[in-house]
């Protein structure tokens, strides 16, 4: 089978993009590689596909540079309105993001929680510099990569996926009647306990099942990880805060959009959206 790759960015929906895509490759046999940054696979992401047998590489913090390196691959990306990166990144990293993997992090959560808000998204704005910065080298202009944007995405995750995958060539729209399902549970039984125990078999398959996608898709909504909550319902204590487009808007003051502009330029209008 080809290679897949999701190349994500921080505070573009990166943790549910790569939930859903462990389930997938769980029950579809492929070697899924979690790599967050460049030091994950020692600056060298061919080398570590070509020693691990990666089939599927999930990036969520990516670089353009190493996203070339790849050889021949199918790949999507996925970007987000780099104002509402920075309102999500203020609450979450003065509040509940983890530190224990991340502890640089501490020094500027501290800072954020000795200021007021306005001074404080004006801390978040050079902060996010790491994230928008990558966004903002980016080549949108990639054939084997499927482009998306996250508030489209979230929108309706079932067509979203149902497009990442067939861009993928790895979906498969056949109709699995009551004849086929058996054993498909067998194989995806098969590789799931494969990746407890490397003696068992795996059953890898070329493609998943629209059927198999979409029920993964719905096992995963937003509404569960919310505990409940609808989106546009705040939680300040969850990681999962509100799953809103524009929330920007109810927290940018004039100061905040000027240093914006001031550090990122028209990284807005180059990313498709309009102030």
């Not at 498909?184 to 398959?205: D, E, G, T």
Request: charged residues 25%; neutral net charge; contains cysteine.
């Amino acid at each position: 089978m080809a290679l897949f790759a999701y190349y994500g960015h921080h505070k573009c929906a990166s943790t549910w993009i790569h939930t859903v895509l462990d389930a997938v490759c769980a029950d579809a046999g492929w070697r899924l590689s979690y790599l967050p940054e460049a030091k994950d696979f020692a600056d060298d992401l061919p080398g570590y596909v070509a020693r691990h047998g990666t089939d599927f590489v999930s990036y969520v913090n990516a670089e353009i540079e190493h996203a070339r390196s790849l050889p021949a691959h199918r790949a999507f990306h996925v970007v987000r309105d780099p104002r509402d990166i920075i309102t999500s990144g203020y609450f979450s990293h003065r509040s509940t993001h983890p530190t224990h993997a991340w502890p640089e992090l501490l020094p500027h959560r501290e800072k954020l929680q000795s200021l007021p808000k306005r001074e404080g998204m004006l801390e978040e704005i050079e902060f996010s510099g790491q994230f928008l910065d990558r966004m903002a080298a980016w080549d949108y202009e990639q054939e084997h990569v499927l482009e998306l944007r996250q508030e489209q995405f979230t929108t309706d995750p079932y067509r979203g996926f149902l497009r990442v995958f067939e861009h993928l060539g790895a979906l498969d729209g056949s109709h699995y009647n009551k004849a086929r399902w058996p054993g498909y549970l067998v194989s995806s039984a098969l590789n799931i306990l494969h990746r407890k125990n490397s003696l068992v078999p795996r059953k890898k398959r070329s493609s998943i099942p629209g059927e198999r996608l979409l029920g993964i898709v719905y096992d995963q909504r937003y509404e569960k990880h919310a505990g409940g909550r609808g989106k546009g319902e705040t939680d300040e204590k969850s990681h999962y805060r509100k799953g809103q487009a524009n929330d920007w808007q109810n927290h940018f003051e004039d100061v905040h959009v000027e240093a914006f502009k001031a550090r990122y330029g028209d990284l807005v209008e180059r990313l498709g959206y309009s102030w």
